[in-house]
């Protein structure tokens, strides 16, 4: 029988992701990031096995979208996530939502090589301090009352 996830679990991964779109809109606002630069424009890829030329076709804006197509392995992957996650080549980018690490990791990279500062550092001067995530750091969940 499979285990639903954790509430707490999904709550964290959703405001981790709203957080990268906050960031990014920012950063393209500011003029420092375009949403339809490719990964192949960005000249950004993997450890191997390297990306596909496919997989670099994906834009910024996808992977904000969680419609990268790439299913590359990712740091912080559960082996949960593993096993569901779509075999490589399987999706072209645009084609298929699938929530990944990939993505988001990706996406830290992507902000950080476009504004030149770490993504801690301007998300605490641009959007603040969020004391879920304070919780989430000392106990490895966000309790939200």
């Known amino acids: 029988?499979?285990?639903?996830?954790?509430?707490?679990?999904v709550r964290?991964?959703?405001?981790?992701?709203h957080q990268e779109v906050q960031r990014h809109g920012i950063?393209?606002?500011?003029?420092?990031?375009?949403?339809n630069s490719t990964l192949q424009d960005l000249?950004?890829?993997?450890?191997e096995p390297s990306l596909t030329q496919e997989e670099k076709q994906a834009r910024v804006i996808d992977l904000l979208r969680a419609r990268s197509?790439?299913?590359?392995?990712?740091l912080y992957e559960s082996p949960g996530m593993s096993a569901r996650?779509?075999?490589?080549?399987?999706?072209?980018?645009?084609?298929?939502?699938?929530?990944?690490?990939?993505d988001l990791n990706a996406?830290?990279?992507i902000f950080e090589?476009?504004?030149?500062?770490?993504?801690?550092q301007e998300f605490k001067e641009q959007i603040g301090s969020d004391p879920c995530l304070a919780h989430a750091a000392k106990s490895g969940a966000c309790r939200v009352h």
């Open 69 to 74: 197509g790439v299913y590359h392995p990712a």
């Open 1 to 9: 029988m499979r285990r639903a996830p954790d509430l707490a679990d």
């Open 27 to 35: 950063a393209v606002e500011d003029g420092k990031g375009n949403p």
């Open 107 to 109: 996406l830290g990279s």
């Open 85 to 102: 996650k779509p075999k490589r080549s399987s999706h072209p980018p645009r084609s298929f939502w699938y929530y990944n690490n990939w």
């Open 43 to 47: 000249d950004i890829d993997d450890n």
């Open 12 to 17: 964290l991964t959703l405001r981790r992701e």
């Open 113 to 120: 090589k476009a504004t030149k500062s770490s993504i801690f």
